[in-house]
């Protein structure tokens, strides 16, 4: 039997791997697990790094929520940044 290996890619997502079976847990339960895309990367290359002998991947969650989504507040940054650098057109656009 293997010795388990425990990882943390991602301030948000912590990886457990024994023998053939990979947990993958977001672990973010005060945000209610809501993701940014440097989560998605992170997911990614944990999916491109898994060893051949890898027969099963659990995803799991702490908290009350598996995940809340898109994380609301990364948006509002991004419309704050957009509407500071953007003619009035472009933004008039956006909202349609």
């Known amino acids: 039997m293997s010795t388990p290996q425990t990882s943390q890619p991602h301030p948000a997502i912590r990886v457990d791997h024994e023998g053939p079976v990979v947990r993958v847990t977001l672990c973010n339960p005060g945000q209610l697990n809501a993701q940014v895309p440097s989560m998605w990367l992170a997911l990614a290359e944990i ?21 809340a989504g898109l994380n609301r507040g ?7 940044r957009v509407s500071q650098t953007s003619s009035p057109q472009r933004l008039a656009a956006l909202r349609r």
């Open 74 to 80: 990364m948006l509002a940054r991004e419309v704050c």
């Open 47 to 67: 999916a491109h790094s898994l060893a051949e002998e890898v027969r099963v991947v659990v995803l799991a969650a702490e908290g009350r929520s598996f995940s």
